[in-house]
């Protein structure tokens, strides 16, 4: 027995050495990738030296004698903090993560081939004005140089995930990172499925589209055709009822999950300092690391600091001594879906009366641990074709015919990189006005303010569309019909601007921003009904603003939707009936109406009443459409859409239709309908959260989930590689935090904020701004999620341009000398 006991002491001291060896050999080799900031490099592509000096929160710094070295430095500190995140991205827009992740991402590659985003940003560089040229050279030579010094000095091969994913990296080129920009594109494309949801509500009749996705108040409204009537002899029974294939790392979100963003500036005369503001908060899907990575540039034009993205050498929300500027998401209709009729002789063409050719090319797919996939990309005139088994299409496509797309970000000879760059090196207002000519996609409103000005103006590529088109874009339409196609582009100055309102304040939340008749429309469906009332509310309360007023207004946490609904869907259940028994449902419900009616909609992490009202108006929505669209459809809407809600609760063009359950003999009342949501939504609570209502916590429902895009869901990794908040905010909330709206967790944080800035011109090194993680995509790096915490509470970090006050916080500064300079 004693000897049983002493090996059994022997094996298991030995699998604990074996494994505590085995955790330092895996700790020794990711850390070899963390970068040393203090280190000397020489390099080749240098034409003199470059100081990269990092402040105590790892923000680069970079001073070099040319706009050139300033720019191969910024590739370096790029590839330095974010190689895996700028490889990951590149492989996503070419089409090529199933040479690493194998058959799971095949969907993803499959899109993106037949889109050929990378072809196009290829075929760009030639288009690119001189100066951007060099920088996108520059910038490349950077990145390769650190992957070089990578591979010479055995760096832990850049990063920690390439011991995961075997894989090599490639030489960064220019094409990359205009690629890249075309990846922001996508992720802020929401336009082929809104389109997509129209045509399946349009084919259930009943006006269910004009309710469920109305247009934003205003005049301007159209009636559509049924989508049905547009193709005399579709039978929607015809059409594929299989549901997608889930594409994992697809860059294309639904439409709940497109780009959102805020963006305010004043004038000096609505200050308090006398110099203009302006603060910009883009919205994206949280990610660890952030998307956003701070930068300071010092280029012969001056020096700039902001946001950039890594692997895109532009600051693309930032300032200059002289000049701030802020990007929101414009959405602006620049994407249609054309249905085209296939010859049923010859498939390989669309059929009378428009006979023509698919441009056709073959390319093949590597996939890892199987075997390559040939595709062959067809495109018509109107643009690629897309596969059924995306977006739904195959549930509108009529049989015998494809969908192809139209989108301005399919250029070939895209020029929003060399704008971009230009606006990064404007002086004054309508100098970044004039340089955003050339900016395609993706559709952008640009806030600006200088020393004395404030103004906006919407970047991009608008369609120009026929008056006589049959959906005005708002839904797929017949292709072969002249009038439904694009005959090129709105001229610049038709896109919307207004510079130095008379009032001084200029706003923008994705928010409907002109009422102009289709074909000048911008877009039938934006981003924003509710965010915009709070901040023009909180833009109006003050007579002069300062920096810090900015802050407060960026970090508000009440929900306008909360306090226009909440009135309106307990207007009957408010102190009705005598007090129930305590333990009842009824009382039960009772208190949580109480608690409703003293709240005032802040979305507070530490509160219950944000959760039960989410909770009830989750609950509320889904039980007034599921009987009339069937569970499918109506697990589009995973938000609660407020004017919907509204125009119900106030019966408007008789929508309170909605209210009674149509498989039920009684005619339910939307008073029945709220009671019975209210309380199936507080039994849901109750069981999850416990029975103390007043112990609730919003932010326990709410936390933000910045989480790895590919470790992320790992068990073990997860818990290393995610950052995870309690968090305050809302759908609706200027600090928005969107919730995912489906899953076990529905109410997680999952959209929102990844970077803020507000740049004051009466004080600009007094300009702050904060992302959402940290610097570096390294888990072991202390850099990783040391800016998170202060992202969490509405805290900033200093955005000055003073070389003195970078040197003296400086945490390292690495030295670039070019190759030989020491010989």
Request: glycine share 8%; aromatic share 8%.
């Amino acid at each position: 027995m004693y000897r049983l006991f002493t090996w059994l002491v022997r094996i298991v001291s030995t699998l604990l050495a074996c494994a505590v060896l085995a955790a330092f050999g895996i700790w020794y080799f990711a850390t070899r990738s963390l970068p040393d900031y203090d280190a000397t490099y020489q390099m080749e592509g240098l034409s003199a030296p470059v100081e990269i000096v990092r402040t105590t929160e790892d923000v680069p710094h970079i001073f070099g004698k040319t706009d050139a070295d300033v720019y191969f430095a910024l590739g370096l500190a790029h590839a330095q903090d974010r190689l895996w995140q700028m490889t990951l991205a590149r492989r996503t827009v070419q089409g090529r993560l199933s040479e690493v992740f194998g058959a799971k991402t095949l969907k993803t590659d499959e899109l993106m081939r037949r889109l050929d985003l990378y072809g196009a940003a290829q075929a760009s560089v030639a288009a690119q004005d001189p100066a951007t040229t060099s920088a996108l050279e520059a910038y490349a030579r950077g990145v390769n140089a650190w992957i070089e010094e990578v591979n010479r000095a055995a760096l832990g091969r850049g990063a920690p995930e390439f011991f995961l994913f075997e894989a090599e990296i490639a030489y960064w080129t220019p094409a990359d990172s205009i690629a890249l920009l075309k990846l922001l594109a996508v992720q802020n494309a929401t336009q082929i499925d809104t389109e997509v949801l129209r045509a399946q509500l349009s084919m259930l009749g009943q006006g269910w589209a004009a309710d469920l996705m109305p247009a934003v108040p205003g005049p301007g409204t159209i009636a559509l055709p049924r989508y049905a009537a547009l193709f005399p002899g579709l039978d929607p029974a015809q059409l594929q009822t299989a549901a997608d294939v889930e594409a994992p790392l697809s860059p294309f979100a639904s439409r709940d999950f497109g780009a959102a963003s805020n963006a305010f500036a004043a004038a000096p005369a609505r200050s308090a300092a006398g110099g203009s503001l302006l603060a910009n908060d883009p919205h994206a899907a949280f990610s660890a690391p952030s998307q956003w990575y701070l930068a300071r540039l010092e280029l012969s034009t001056g020096g700039v600091i902001g946001a950039t993205i890594p692997g895109i050498p532009a600051i693309l929300t930032g300032r200059s001594d002289q000049l701030g500027w802020g990007i929101t998401a414009a959405f602006a209709d620049d994407e249609d879906l054309f249905v085209e009729e296939l010859d049923p002789k010859t498939p390989e063409r669309t059929a009378a009366p428009r006979v023509g050719e698919f441009t056709t090319r073959k390319v093949i797919v590597t996939v890892k641990d199987a075997a390559p996939i040939t595709l062959t990309l067809r495109w018509t005139e109107n643009g690629p074709v897309l596969p059924s088994d995306h977006f739904d299409l195959g549930k509108i496509t009529p049989p015998g015919h494809v969908i192809s797309l139209g989108w301005s970000a399919l250029s070939t000879a895209d020029t929003s990189m060399s704008a971009a760059l230009k606006i990064m090196q404007s002086k004054t207002v309508p100098e970044a006005v004039a340089a955003g000519e050339g900016f395609l996609a993706p559709a952008l409103n640009l806030t600006l303010a200088d020393a004395t000005s404030v103004g906006l103006v919407t970047l991009g590529a608008l369609p120009l569309r026929d008056p006589a088109n049959a959906t005005e874009g708002r839904m797929p339409q017949p292709g072969w019909v002249m009038a439904n196609r694009w005959h090129g582009r709105l001229p610049y100055d038709s896109n919307p601007r207004l510079l130095d309102p008379e009032g001084g304040i200029v706003v923008n939340t994705n928010n409907k921003l002109i009422d102009r008749p289709f074909p000048l429309h911008v877009s039938h469906d934006w981003g924003d009904s509710q965010r915009v009332a709070r901040l023009t509310r909180l833009m109006g309360e003050r007579e002069v603003h300062s920096r810090e007023s900015f802050i407060a207004v960026q970090t508000d946490t009440v929900s306008p939707a909360a306090r226009g609904l909440l009135p309106l869907v307990g207007a009957d259940l408010w102190f009705t009936g005598t007090p129930a028994p305590e333990g009842t449902p009824e009382r039960f419900r009772q208190r949580a109406l109480e608690l409703l009616a003293a709240w005032d909609g802040d979305m507070n992490e530490h509160l219950p009443e944000p959760l039960i009202y989410a909770a009830w108006m989750r609950e509320f929505q889904d039980r007034l459409i599921r009987d009339e669209l069937g569970p499918e459809l109506a697990a589009k809407f995973i938000h609660i859409e407020p004017l919907f809600l509204e125009k119900v609760l106030r019966n408007v063009d008789g929508a309170a239709r909605w209210c009674d359950v149509l498989q039920s003999a009684p005619s339910e009342s939307c008073t029945d309908i709220a009671r019975v949501s209210l309380d199936a939504a507080l039994l849901e609570l109750k069981e999850k959260y416990g029975p103390q209502i007043e112990s609730w916590r919003w932010g326990d429902a709410h936390e933000a989930r910045h989480d790895h895009a590919v470790l992320g869901r790992n068990p073990l990794l997860g818990w290393l590689m995610n950052i995870r908040q309690s968090t305050s905010g809302g759908d609706f909330t200027l600090n928005r935090g969107l919730t995912a709206g489906s899953g076990p967790d529905p109410f997680a944080n999952v959209h929102g904020a990844g970077y803020r800035g507000v740049y004051d011109f009466a004080d600009p090194d007094s300009s702050v701004f904060i992302i959402a993680t940290g610097q570096s995509g390294h888990p072991f790096s202390s850099h990783y999620d040391d800016l998170a915490d202060l992202w969490r509470r509405g805290e900033y970090v200093p955005m000055s341009l003073d070389p003195a006050l970078a040197r003296a916080a400086a945490a390292g500064i690495t030295r670039l000398e070019p190759l030989g300079a020491s010989e």
